[in-house]
Nanobody
């Protein structure tokens, strides 16, 4: 089964931007809906953004207008562009994929493939 590997995490100042990437290897054998989730210490895992195979997207209210999810099918890579970052955006960010959902949903149970996460810390 495909592995998902996130990258691009790190420390960023409040108001700044950062780009997260999720590489799928090997190339998926089926069409996946994909999503980004995040989890801060002591809090539930939160769906951030999702994208279906047809490009339709969905966003959590907390990030709508600031974050953009996209994908590059040729590179088998999912992206999350994060702008206007705030301290409350600090979390471990996880890439996820679904083998049975073809709709942009922000529900943990819809995803059966998960990356190991990349930490994003927003300072000052």
């Amino acid at each position: 089964q495909a592995q998902l590997v996130e990258s691009g995490g790190g420390s960023v100042q409040a108001g700044g931007s950062r780009l997260l990437s999720c590489a799928a290897s090997p190339s998926p054998a089926r069409r996946f809906s994909m999503a980004w989730f995040r989890q801060a210490p002591g809090e539930e895992r939160e769906g951030v953004a999702s994208i279906a195979t047809d490009g339709q997207t969905a966003y959590a209210d907390s990030v709508k207008g600031r974050f953009t999810i996209s994908k590059d099918n040729a590179k088998n890579t999912l992206y999350l562009r994060m702008n206007s970052l705030q301290s409350h955006d600090t979390a471990m960010y996880y890439c996820a994929a679904s083998s049975f959902i073809n709709y942009p949903v922000l529900y943990t149970g819809a995803y059966d493939y998960w990356g190991r996460g990349t930490q994003v810390t927003v300072s000052s």
